[in-house]
Structure formats: C-alpha cells, structure tokens
Nanobody, 121 residues
C-alpha cells in the first residue's frame, strides 16, 4: 500500500529554520518524483518544491531559503526551510507522482497527511 508520512513541522520564530521529512513506502521510491505543497485553511494547496527521481530540483519557489533533497536509501525526501517568515505558516504535504516534477496538485498520485508549520513570535 502506497504511503507517505511527513514529519518535522513545529512552531518556530521568524528567522528560524525547520527540516521537514517525507518517508515513502509501497512504491518504487527511487523512480518517483516527490513534491511539497503548503496549505492554509480555506485556500488551495500551493506548490513549494519538487525533486525528480534523478535528483533534479529546478522549480523551488524560494531557492534562497528552501532546499529539497532526497535520500533514496532511506526512502526519504527532505525540505530544509531557512529564514522562515510568517507567510510560510501552513500545513505542509508531500506528494508522489511518476515521471517529471509538476507544480500542479492534480498531477500527483498520492498525498501524505501533512505536518503543521507555524511561524510566529
């Protein structure tokens, strides 16, 4: 059974850092593109970053602050978030798709339950 489990969300002060993790199982992890999206209540999920099966990471929305990486040996994708701002607050979801990365929610095959990030002083 395909499963994605996010972790690492927390309450952090502005300017702080967090590293989110997404562990996948039940599929060929090293053949999959993994995306991260953020959602706040009442709004659509917004693309944050994606990493292809080959490790390509072009398309991160704020590459000066956010870095996505993967460890296929651990079936894990990470999202390192630095210099966090209040507008980064939301629930962060990872998602999986075959083929290339996409910025479109509808093009992903499965989602985790999300991990909450709150940036506040």
């Amino acid at each position: 059974q395909l499963q994605l489990v996010e972790s690492g969300g927390d309450l952090v002060q502005p300017g702080g850092s967090l590293r989110l993790s997404c562990v996948g199982s039940g599929f060929r992890f090293d053949h999959a593109a993994i995306g991260w999206f953020r959602q706040v209540p009442g709004s659509d999920r917004i693309y944050v970053a994606c990493i292809s099966s080959a490790g390509a990471t072009t398309g991160t929305v704020d590459p000066d602050r956010f870095t996505i990486s993967r460890d296929n040996a651990e079936n894990t994708v990470y999202l390192q978030m630095n210099s966090l701002k209040a507008e980064d607050t939301g629930r962060y979801y990872c998602s999986v798709r075959t083929g290339r990365c996409s910025r479109h929610v509808d093009e992903y095959d499965a989602w985790g339950q999300g991990t909450p990030v709150t940036v506040s002083s």
